[in-house]
């Protein structure tokens, strides 16, 4: 009959009389996410294995793109959660100067690291686009586990409300059965 749609971060349910559905994504969408994300991976191995330069100057470049890799994750598990806990106990200003802090550091030193090095224009090009092509996958490989996880919670919630509900249904007396007497 009335069809309510409810919105829980990117975990999309709606509500009807008999069922919740809720939305997850597609398969083909969760293999280009890994496929992308594995692409970017074995781009910036790739050019970070084959790096002209002095050692130093490689070894600082692998540990800018493994620091910005994970301060992606950070940031974007830090963003969701301010996010879901929007109206309730936020975290600290010291913890949000501290993530997103630390991911400008990342990017920032990194950026100088790869504009610095004395190598062929081309190559520089190449490592910055695999680069950001690895941070903007990483974002979204993050959301798609999220948006999983959350779908997982959604659907457990909704089994153990069923759950309970089959078996209070079970339970109850019929309004027409007659009443025992003790």
């Known amino acids: ?41 074995f781009l910036c191995a790739t050019g970070l294995a084959w790096l002209p330069g002095e050692r130093l100057e490689q070894v600082f470049m692998v540990m800018g793109y493994v620091f910005c890799l994970s301060t992606t994750f950070v940031l974007a598990k830090f963003t969701r959660d301010s996010q879901a806990k929007r109206g309730a106990a936020a975290d600290t200003p010291m913890w949000h100067l501290v993530v997103w802090g630390g991911f400008a550091v990342a990017m920032g030193l990194t950026s100088w690291g790869l504009l610095g090095m004395d190598i062929n224009p081309t190559y520089k090009a190449f490592m910055g686009v695999s680069w950001l092509y690895l941070i903007t996958t990483a974002f979204t490989l993050a959301k798609m586990l999220r948006d999983r996880f959350e779908a997982d919670q959604s659907e457990a919630r909704l089994r153990n409300r069923r759950e309970v509900q089959t078996a209070s249904e079970s339970n109850a007396v019929p309004a027409d059965a007659p009443a025992e007497s003790a």
Do not use: C, P
């Not at 919740?20 to 293999?31: C, E, F, H, N, P």
């Open 1 to 41: 009959m009335f069809n309510n749609e409810l919105q829980t971060g990117s975990t999309h349910m709606s509500y009807s009389s008999n069922y919740v559905v809720v939305q997850r994504d597609t398969r083909a969408w969760q293999l280009q996410v890994w496929v992308s994300f594995g692409i970017a991976v």
